[in-house]
C-alpha cells in the first residue's frame, strides 16, 4: 500500500473519527494509479503474506499413567518411577506462512500453512540397585524376560503438527481522517498530519491438519543366570495419527498508525477426525529379539475442536514491509494421543484399543515479516 501518514481527506470526506471504507471505496482502490490515494481509499489491501517463525512449548495433557513401577507380593504397584506426567515439553520451533489476494469488493482469498516438524520429550530411570525389580504394572511385565527386571528404562514421546487450510475473509476498513487544510494528501507523518486505519475481518474456511505422535520405551537389563550372558533389550512402541478435516470461522482486528499497529485473530471449528493407533511389543530370549506382541492397530472416526488465538504488535518498517510479534494459543481436542493407548495388559485383545478423547494445547511466540500491497 501507499504512504499512510501525513494525509488529509478526499474532497468532501468528513473530518469524524474511523469513517467506514464501503464497497465504492473498494473499487476506486482497485482502479486508482495513485498508491497514497488508494491507501485513504481503502485499509484492506490487494495483495499481502508474512512469514513467522513460533517457538510453541505443548503441554502434556495426556492421561497420568505409572509406566516403569514395583509390585509387591500381590502384584500391585508399590511405587512408581516413571510416569507418563513425567514427561514435558519445552519451547519447539514451528513456521507459519500466510498469503491473501483481494477478489474484489472486499473479498480475499486466503491460504495459510502450520508447522510444527518435531515436539519431543523424554525421562530416563536406572534401578537403584540389585534387588529392585523395574517392571510394567500389569501382566505385560510378568510375562516378559526384559521387562520383568529392568536394568534401566527411557521414555520418548514425540509429535509433529501439519496443518493447511484455504479461507474467505470479507475486509471492512475505516479511517480516521486528518484535519482539514493539513496540507497534501499524501505528505508524510512528519508534515503534522496524523492518520490512523483500521479492519474488522470475517473469515470462513476449510481446513485440513494432522497430528501424529510416538511413544517409545526402551529397556535393558544384563544376563547373568546361567547359559548366554550380555545385555537383553526390549522395546514397547506406539504411533498414532490424527487427520482431521472440517470448517471453521473466525474473525481478526487490526489497528495501526504511521508505526505502531497491532492485530488479534480468534478461529474455531468443528472437524471430523480419523483416528488410527498401532503398537508392538518386542523380548529378548536365546540371544535374540522376538514380538511378545505383534503389531496390532485401531482406527475410528469420530468429532473434535481446534481453537486457535493470537494477539501480534507490528512495526511498520515502509508503507509496504512490517515486523511482526505476538503471542499464539492453539487447542486441540478429541484426538488420540501415543501415551493414551499404553496396554499393559496380556490377553488377545490387548493392545486392540483405541483412545480418542485427549487434547493438544500449544502456546508460544512468534515473529516474521508481512508485506501489504
Not at 19 to 47: K, Q, V
Not at 180 to 197: L, V
Not at 222 to 247: F, I
Amino acid at each position: 500500500m501507499g504512504r499512510r501518514g501525513g494525509v488529509e481527506p478526499i474532497a468532501g470526506a468528513a473530518a469524524s473519527p474511523l469513517e467506514p471504507a464501503g464497497d465504492a471505496d473498494f473499487a476506486s482502490a482497485a482502479t486508482s494509479g495513485d498508491d497514497c490515494l488508494a491507501a485513504i481509499c481503502d485499509p484492506c489491501p490487494r495483495a499481502y503474506g508474512y512469514v513467522e517463525g513460533l517457538f510453541l512449548a505443548r503441554d502434556n495433557a495426556s492421561q497420568d499413567q505409572s509406566v516403569i513401577v514395583t509390585l509387591d507380593l500381590d502384584g500391585n504397584i508399590e511405587q512408581t518411577f516413571l510416569a507418563t506426567s513425567n514427561l514435558d515439553f519445552d519451547l519447539d520451533p514451528a513456521v507459519r506462512v500466510v498469503a491473501g489476494r483481494r477478489l474484489g469488493c472486499g473479498w480475499v482469498l486466503e491460504g495459510a500453512y502450520l508447522g510444527l516438524f518435531e515436539s519431543a520429550s523424554s525421562a530416563f530411570i536406572e534401578a537403584p540397585d540389585q534387588e529392585t525389580d523395574l517392571t510394567f504394572p500389569l501382566e505385560l511385565g510378568l510375562v516378559s524376560n526384559v521387562f520383568s527386571d529392568m536394568g534401566e528404562a527411557r521414555l520418548d514421546f514425540s509429535s509433529a503438527l501439519h496443518s493447511a487450510e484455504l479461507n474467505l475473509v470479507r475486509c471492512r476498513g475505516c479511517r480516521e481522517p486528518c484535519g482539514k487544510g493539513q496540507g497534501d494528501p499524501c505528505q508524510t507523518a512528519a508534515g503534522g498530519c496524523q492518520r490512523s486505519w483500521g479492519t474488522v475481518e470475517w473469515l470462513a474456511g476449510f481446513r485440513y491438519l494432522r497430528l501424529q505422535e510416538t511413544f517409545n520405551i526402551d529397556a535393558e537389563r544384563q544376563q547373568t543366570t546361567p547359559g548366554p550372558t550380555g545385555t537383553e533389550s526390549g522395546n514397547y512402541n506406539v504411533r498414532t495419527h490424527n487427520d482431521l478435516y472440517g470448517a471453521h470461522v473466525g474473525a481478526r482486528v487490526r489497528r495501526w498508525g504511521p508505526t505502531l499497529g497491532w492485530e488479534a485473530a480468534g478461529k474455531a471449528g468443528i472437524f471430523a477426525n480419523g483416528a488410527q493407533q498401532e503398537q508392538y511389543v518386542s523380548d529378548w530370549a536365546s540371544g535374540g529379539s522376538y514380538p511378545l506382541r505383534h503389531l496390532t492397530s485401531a482406527a475410528s472416526a469420530q468429532v473434535a475442536f481446534v481453537g486457535e488465538l493470537t494477539l501480534t504488535g507490528i512495526y511498520r518498517l515502509t508503507d509496504v514491509w512490517n515486523l511482526r510479534a505476538g503471542y499464539n494459543l492453539i487447542w486441540i481436542a478429541g484426538v488420540a494421543l501415543a501415551p493414551d493407548q499404553l496396554d499393559f495388559s496380556y490377553t488377545p485383545t490387548s493392545g486392540r484399543q483405541l483412545d480418542s478423547t485427549g487434547t493438544v494445547f500449544l502456546h508460544g511466540v512468534s515473529g516474521g515479516l508481512e508485506a501489504r500491497w
